[in-house]
């Protein structure tokens, strides 16, 4: 009994200490790494992004992006809710110009802008805190020769963004938001945190079919940062509730749990049955 008990503590000793190193292991992403593109083939494109130079002066006043560049998150947070109500009254202003210019079928335009004006309101209005992961001028794609390439309908561009160094505490599945200015007026989509596993990278992608300046913002619902203990694959939240007694010990149930998480880790198909009575069905005991 006492070298299973033996056994067993060195096994979750080794468990605890395989998941506290995968955080350590993941490269610095720099720069060159930040964005990358594929294009409608699976073609890499060469992307020359550059930084929206309103936001690196500061007290820089009258912008599209005045008070992005707070120190406090919440304000930072509330300039980008005043640049999305801006948005928000260029994109009517176009409605009604649309509606009134006696222009043959300019009912799909006006439908789409309206669709874009309710995403970019439902933002803007909301009372979550908004977190700026990057703010970015997508110019230039180029392919492997150096040639311009045409971004358009027909020749969409996915754009991934690592967000490895921009934004803390990362979660697989958190609300992300890409706001694009397309014709000068700004646009919002949909996204969330994804995990690279081969290059130990979160990030968020999106087609684009422009390039433009484009903004990339985490949502966060409660007002607060999302922290969750580090496991084997950073973002999974399901991580056993593991609590040593006063004395240092773990129950079996625990250790199975810890066991049965690594081995899901490793895409091995296992059932994970609790002991409800704490006894042996051999002696009882």
Not at 132 to 154: F, H, K, Y
Not at 231 to 250: F, H, K, L, R, Y
Not at 251 to 264: C, E, F, G, N, S
Request: net charge negative; with cysteine.
């Amino acid at each position: 009994m006492k070298m299973k008990k033996l056994a067993a503590l060195a096994l979750a000793g080794v468990l605890c200490m395989g998941m506290s190193t995968v955080a350590l292991a993941a490269p610095s992403v720099g720069p060159e790494d930040a964005y990358s593109a594929t294009n409608k083939d699976g073609d890499n494109v060469k992307l020359d992004p550059s930084p929206i130079k309103e936001i690196e002066q500061i007290g820089f006043r009258g912008t599209d992006y005045d008070g992005w560049n707070a120190a406090d998150p919440e304000k930072a947070s509330d300039a980008v809710k005043d640049t999305l109500k801006r948005g928000s009254v260029n994109i009517e202003a176009e409605i009604v110009r649309l509606k009134e210019s006696g222009e043959p079928d300019v009912e799909g335009k006006i439908a789409r802008l309206q669709a874009q004006k309710a995403a970019v309101d439902q933002l803007a209005n909301s009372d979550v805190l908004i977190e700026i992961a990057d703010l970015v001028d997508l110019d230039v794609a180029e392919d492997p020769n150096g040639d311009t390439v045409p971004v358009d309908a027909r020749n969409p561009l996915k754009v991934r963004f690592v967000l490895n160094k921009r934004l803390k505490d990362l979660e697989v599945g958190q609300a992300i938001r890409i706001m694009h200015k397309v014709d000068g007026l700004w646009q919002v989509y949909e996204g969330e945190v994804k995990w690279d596993s081969d290059k130990s990278e979160f990030y968020v992608e999106h087609e684009f079919t422009s390039l433009s300046p484009v903004a990339i913002l985490r949502i966060n619902s409660d007002g607060s940062t999302q922290v969750v203990p580090p496991t084997d694959i950073p973002g999974d939240s399901q991580v056993p509730n593991v609590t040593p007694d006063a004395n240092g010990n773990i129950t079996a149930d625990q250790l199975a749990d810890l066991i049965a998480q690594r081995l899901r880790a490793n895409n091995a198909g296992i059932e994970r049955t609790s002991s409800t009575s704490g006894r042996s069905p051999k002696t009882g005991e």
